[in-house]
DNA sequence: AATGAAATTTATGCCGG
DNA sequence: CCGGCATAAATTTCATT
């Protein structure tokens, strides 16, 4: 799958906005709305184009407590560590989830309503599990970005 | 702004996929097409839907890094912290941005090429800047759950 | 505030260049 | 691989209950 700079200038326009009509992309790129659509299609269906998603308001749902979590697993092995990170990755609370290098194993982004939701949380998914050796969180005071776009490379 | 249990509902299969057809999603719930479109409506002018955006593949396009950043800053009156964080929030690369309680003042995901732009980002945002005292970073090896959505509490 | 139908807009498929 | 046109589908608006 290759994405010549038509591909990519449309991407970086779609993906902060999906409800542009294809006609008004075409119009900024140079392109007809019917190629900008068949540029489109191509990109879901290769998969370069993954999930068309809202983001919503957390506060006006309810949800005041965004936690950065830090997870250090005792068993790194790949069996362990994908079983937990399945598990997670399964819980609706936790909104993102990343394997990283270093001295910690997992770092989550877990969106709930309140510091006692999380407490709950916290005995079902880390506390309740024996592979987890420990765990450090980090209340977010302030989402000044969320779930952002992505810088699209020139080639 | 006040969301009822169907407004729910529809929230909840639409922030996976905004492509779904108001009709399936009345026929999921129990409403017409018409009073579907019409709670996506509102939801978006009361900006409940804050932003419908297309998740990206960031290996397809040469994004091959992500790196998860702790900042720690000298000063952090509002004022100085502000200025950081709108700076940083600016950059394309920087996906998302959080303000946090603890030690650290600020944690980044940053999504690039490679090393290499890592470091020239690092030298244009963090080490050229004097109210950075220290910052550590996390290589992300595996994005198990990316820009994932949100639990929607009952009520 | 929801429904159903009409009107408009948007997307898809096909053909010629 | 593009543009243009025809067709199909989805969204918006409006009248009605």
Redesign the interface.
């Known amino acids: ?1 290759t ?1 010549d700079a038509l591909d ?1 200038r449309i ?1 970086d326009l ?6 542009l009509p294809a006609e008004q992309i075409g119009a900024t790129v140079g392109l007809s709305a019917a190629a900008v659509q068949r540029r489109l299609k191509r990109l879901r269906e ?13 506060a ?4 005041g407590l ?1 936690a ?1 979590v830090h997870v250090d697993l005792i068993d790194e092995s790949a069996r362990a560590s994908h079983a937990f ?1 399945d598990r ?2 399964a ?12 001295n ?1 194993d997992y ?1 989550l982004i877990v ?3 309140d510091l006692a939701a999380y407490e709950t949380f916290c005995a079902q998914c880390l506390l309740h599990d024996a592979n987890v050796r420990s765990f450090t969180t ?16 020139a080639s």
Not at 47 to 54: D, N
Not at 94 to 100: A, E, L, N
Not at 138 to 153: D, F, M, S
Request: proline share 3%; hydrophobic share 50%.
């Open positions: 799958m994405l990519r991407l779609y993906q902060r906005d999906t409800r290769t998969r370069v184009i993954t999930a068309e998603t809202a983001q919503l308001d957390c006006a749902l309810g949800l965004t950065i990170r997670l990755v819980r609706p609370e936790v909104q993102q989830c990343y394997g990283v290098a270093g910690v770092v969106v709930l309503a980090q209340v977010v005071l302030e989402a000044a970005k969320r779930g952002g776009a992505v810088a699209i490379p």
